[in-house]
């Protein structure tokens, strides 16, 4: 009998699961894996099993993304949608995953994204937005990620990153910038700044490839000099209202220069010209002072050089001069000896 009853609660168990599959995926119970990849699908299924934890969506023709999409499975952890054709995400799509650290949205048609997306996930760690056709990101996408240690955005058209996004990540250390539009003029001064430290700090990025102006075309914006960048010309006042304080911008205030009165010649790039503050840099400070440390010790070995040259040649000399002077001595000595013997007793 206890047989027989252990049997059914089986079979029941096993139609569960069955029932709790959808027709085109493959739900694997003993690792809470779904795999519902190259199945033509246009929607997330609505009958996932609710313990999902990993869940591939990948090679279909999914356009959007409702508000609640992933509701039926609150446990994920992982969810692949790269390769669809997502171009519209609701700002409520990923709302009610509070467990989801890795999520993959490459190779899909994505032009912006609303700052609201990714409010709800707090433990994500790895975000891939790479291969899409994004323009812009905002501002923030949610609360600092605190855990967030990879970030992807390559291969998109990009021309700007603003500060505050890379500043509410305080734990990334892979970052994927390339082969997007970035205009490398004063307003990308500031990722400069960042990535410089960023790397000094230990992390690690593909680098960001200067696409306009032609001044800079194809160059790693890493290596272009600091002394080369203007200041960004502050906002126009409105007429009438006194002067304020100028904005900071995400990465630190950008001063102003004086006004040049006798020219009005403005930068190519849209940024102030000459004169302009001299930036810190942090490894041109390290190179200097261990420059000027090798010089001291060259000029420290040259003078002891020198030194040991100058005591060795005023030995020679007074050896050779003190010869001297014993032999131009030795013939006085015999005269004196022989006028001595010849004189009268």
Not at 91 to 109: E, K, Y
Not at 121 to 149: A, C, F, M, V, Y
Not at 304 to 330: F, V
Request: neutral net charge; contains cysteine.
């Amino acid at each position: 009998m206890k047989g027989e009853l252990l049997l059914l609660s089986s079979v029941i168990v096993l139609l569960q699961v069955v029932r709790g599959c959808p027709d085109k995926c493959r739900c694997h119970s003993s690792t809470d894996f779904v795999d519902c990849s190259r199945q033509g699908l246009a929607e997330i299924p609505s009958d996932l099993p609710p313990q999902t934890r990993t869940l591939h969506l990948q090679d279909n023709q999914i356009h959007q993304l409702p508000a609640f999409a992933f509701r039926s499975v609150p446990w994920l952890t992982t969810v692949n949608l790269s390769n669809n054709s997502l171009s519209n995400l609701a700002p409520q799509a990923f709302d009610g995953l509070q467990h989801l650290q890795v999520l993959n949205l490459t190779q899909n048609s994505l032009l912006s994204l609303e700052s609201r997306l990714f409010r709800s996930l707090p433990q994500l760690r790895e975000l891939d937005l790479s291969s899409n056709n994004i323009s812009h990101l905002p501002t923030s996408l949610g609360k600092p990620w605190e855990n967030l240690t990879i970030f992807a955005v390559q291969q998109n058209q990009l021309q700007q990153l603003d500060g505050a996004l890379l500043e509410s990540m305080p734990s990334v250390r892979l970052l994927f910038l390339k082969d997007n539009l970035w205009k490398c003029n004063c307003h990308l001064h500031g990722l400069k700044l960042w990535l410089e430290k960023f790397i000094y700090k230990g992390g690690i990025t593909d680098g960001v490839i200067c696409r306009s102006p032609d001044t800079w075309k194809g160059k790693d914006l890493l290596k272009i000099p600091h002394e080369l960048y203007q200041p960004c010309p502050p906002p126009a006042p409105d007429p009438g209202s006194p002067q304020t304080q100028q904005p900071s911008s995400a990465f630190g205030a950008v001063p102003r220069p004086p006004e040049n009165h006798s020219s009005g010649e403005r930068d190519p790039l849209g940024c102030e010209f000459k004169p302009r503050p001299r930036l810190v840099n942090l490894r041109r400070a390290i190179g200097t002072v261990i420059i000027t440390g090798v010089v001291c010790g060259v000029l420290c070995l040259m003078m002891l050089a020198a030194a040991i040259y100058g005591c060795t040649y005023a030995a020679i000399t007074a050896q050779d001069h003190g010869g001297r002077l014993a032999q131009t001595s030795e013939p006085g000595k015999t005269e004196g000896k022989e006028l001595f013997d010849s004189s009268p007793a």
